[in-house]
Structure formats: structure tokens, C-alpha cells
């Protein structure tokens, strides 16, 4: 098993930043991909980024892309999302997956963290 801890949600005005993290314990040979997901209230879940630990290869949600930044620590299986530019509508539960990449931007989420909240106020 892989057991995920996300760090670093919070509230934020609306252009400003936050960093989250996730860091992985357990069987971490398990994935080779981890990624961020978000769902507000009464909207279906959303792919935000996805990175491939060994080579860094990263992918990202149009809405994001550019304004966030996903990067690993593999020494402390840790992945980040540095998120700039924030806006209301970006107001979500914010996950963290880790699983198995399929080739390009697909890949298998497999385990997941709790989830935090990140407010974005306008």
C-alpha cells in the first residue's frame, strides 16, 4: 500500500499563491506517477497535473497550464503544485493521487490522499 499526506491548503485572495504538498509513504515503488486532482461543490472531479517521478515529465489541465507547477522530490517522495494566479473559481477539494502512467498525460490513479481544502476569495 501507498499512503499519501497532503499539506498546504488554506485560503488565498484571489491572484495570489499557494504551494501544496504531498508527500507518499509506504510501498512507493508502487507508482510511478503523482498528480493533483480538484472538485468543487456539485461539479465532477478534475485532473489538475500529473508528473512522472523518474523523469519529471509533466502534464497539465488548460486551465492550469502556466500558472501551475508540478515538481517531485523523489528523495522525500514528494510532489508539489505550486499554484500562482489564483482565481474564485478555483475553490476546490484538492487531492493527491499517485499510480501508474499509461503512456503521455494518461495514467491509473490508484491511491489517494485525504484532500484539503483550498478557498480562493474574490
Known amino acids: 500500500q501507498v499512503q499519501l499526506v497532503e499539506s498546504g491548503g488554506g485560503s488565498v485572495q484571489a491572484g495570489g499563491s499557494l504551494k501544496l504538498s504531498c508527500a507518499a509513504s509506504?510501498?512507493?515503488?508502487?507508482?510511478?506517477?503523482m498528480g493533483w486532482f480538484r472538485q468543487a461543490p456539485g461539479r465532477e472531479r478534475e485532473e489538475v497535473a500529473v508528473?512522472?517521478?523518474?523523469?519529471?515529465?509533466?502534464y497539465y489541465a488548460d486551465s492550469v497550464r502556466g500558472r501551475f507547477t508540478i515538481s517531485r522530490d523523489n528523495a522525500k517522495s514528494t510532489v508539489y503544485l505550486q499554484m500562482n494566479s489564483l482565481k474564485a473559481e478555483e475553490t476546490a477539494m484538492y487531492y493527491c493521487?499517485?499510480?501508474?502512467?499509461?503512456?503521455?498525460?494518461?495514467?491509473?490513479?490508484?491511491?489517494w490522499g485525504q484532500g484539503m481544502q483550498v478557498t480562493v476569495s474574490s
Open positions: 493521487a499517485a499510480g501508474r502512467g499509461l503512456g503521455g498525460s494518461t495514467w491509473r490513479p490508484d491511491y
Open positions: 509506504g510501498n512507493t515503488w508502487r507508482y510511478n506517477c
Open positions: 508528473i512522472y517521478t523518474a523523469s519529471g515529465s509533466a
